[in-house]
């Protein structure tokens, strides 16, 4: 009977110590191209409005695959771009439509500029317009304003000039999100 209970204080003690060990994000992949993946967490605070999603955005040069989970495991929103235009399905139904950031404030609440996101999430500025920015001790991009939106950005994989961020920072007008990213993934460019 002694060594059952040992066994349990056992099982007990590993599992306790598995609780209360502090989670790490992954060493994030060098990209090479445009690219990614990734898999994190947004809160969002529009129009007065909270809200917490978790995400996973798969970013080709042509195309965005973009999900939206609820805490549950449920799907909010799934939201894929390409040359033909966006299709987002939300509430059991399909909308479409050629401006995202238009089909998402309609649809969501809140909308997202992914042709400027894309370069954002990867801390660099969009090609097409101009912007002002501020960097770290470690020359990494700390602060972004383009578009009329700021950027911050609070944390990154390591201390190289490189590296990919893990929490960024967005406001545009009456809208705030919180961006965490949990994982990063290199993607070999689609075929054609």
Same mark, same amino acid.
């Given at each position: 009977?002694? *060594?059952?209970?040992?066994?349990?204080?056992?099982?007990?003690?590993?599992?306790?110590?598995?609780?209360?060990?502090?989670?790490?994000?992954?060493?994030?992949?060098?990209?090479?191209?445009?690219?990614?993946?990734?898999?994190?967490?947004?809160?969002?605070?529009?129009?007065?409005?909270?809200?917490?999603?978790?995400? &996973?955005?798969? %970013?080709?040069?042509?195309?965005?695959?973009?999900?939206?989970?609820?805490?549950?495991?449920?799907?909010?929103?799934?939201?894929?771009?390409?040359?033909?235009?966006?299709?987002?399905?939300?509430?059991? @139904?399909?909308?479409?439509?050629?401006?995202?950031?238009?089909?998402?404030? *309609?649809?969501?609440?809140?909308?997202?500029?992914?042709?400027?996101? %894309?370069?954002?999430? &990867?801390?660099?500025?969009?090609?097409?317009?101009?912007?002002?920015?501020?960097?770290?001790? @470690?020359? @990494?991009?700390?602060?972004?304003?383009?578009?009329?939106?700021?950027? *911050?950005?609070? &944390?990154?994989?390591?201390?190289?000039?490189?590296?990919?961020? @893990?929490?960024?920072?967005?406001? %545009?007008?009456?809208?705030?999100?919180?961006?965490?990213?949990?994982?990063?993934?290199?993607?070999?460019?689609?075929?054609?």
């Amino acid at each position: 009977m002694l *060594r059952v209970n040992r066994c349990w204080v056992l099982v007990a003690l590993l599992l306790s110590a598995c609780t209360h060990a502090p989670l790490r994000p992954a060493a994030a992949p060098a990209l090479t191209g445009e690219a990614f993946a990734l898999n994190g967490r947004i809160a969002v605070l529009h129009r007065g409005e909270r809200s917490t999603v978790s995400v &996973r955005w798969v %970013h080709q040069p042509d195309g965005d695959d973009i999900l939206l989970l609820a805490p549950l495991g449920l799907t909010v929103a799934h939201l894929q771009r390409n040359a033909a235009g966006v299709m987002l399905e939300a509430r059991g @139904q399909q909308y479409q439509e050629q401006n995202t950031e238009d089909l998402m404030d *309609r649809v969501i609440g809140w909308h997202l500029p992914l042709d400027e996101l %894309h370069n954002w999430v &990867r801390a660099q500025p969009y090609p097409a317009t101009p912007f002002s920015a501020a960097r770290n001790p @470690q020359q @990494q991009l700390a602060e972004l304003q383009q578009d009329g939106w700021t950027v *911050r950005y609070s &944390r990154y994989a390591d201390g190289s000039p490189a590296s990919l961020p @893990q929490r960024l920072w967005f406001r %545009h007008d009456d809208m705030e999100l919180n961006l965490l990213i949990d994982e990063w993934e290199a993607l070999p460019p689609a075929e054609k």
